[in-house]
């Protein structure tokens, strides 16, 4: 099997321009953040930020969160909400799930 490293070496180019491994018309967000943790307002959560399949990383969906919330109560909600999701599929942890509520609840 090729990985779009390999394909990459030997020519091939599709457009990436994060670099995610998903092609950006069906990236979910073309420009994602790849930090290797979810940092948010500067606080460090030490949680990875996975990368779905679909192209969007965690940190892409809390950004999304905070453009979408009317205040900083919704924003807070919305993160508690998702994060919830998150720790019941078994994506990340309960400790997990505490430092980024507690980030997003600093962040204003």
């Excluded at 990436?16 to 967000?29: I, M, T, W």
């Excluded at 807070?76 to 998150?86: D, E, F, K, R």
Aim: charged share 20%.
């Amino acid at each position: 099997d090729l990985t779009f490293e390999l394909l990459r070496d030997v020519g091939w180019t599709f457009p990436d321009a994060d670099g995610d491994g998903v092609v950006d018309d069906e990236d979910c967000n073309p420009n994602s953040d790849t930090s290797a943790t979810m940092i948010i307002a500067g606080i460090d959560t030490g949680v990875p930020n996975t990368l779905f399949p679909n192209g969007c990383t965690m940190s892409d969906l809390l950004s999304d969160l905070k453009e979408g919330a009317a205040t900083h109560g919704d924003y807070v909600s919305a993160v508690a909400q998702l994060t919830n999701q998150w720790n019941s599929d078994g994506l990340i942890s309960g400790a997990q799930k505490g430092a980024i509520q507690r980030a997003a609840a600093r962040n204003h």
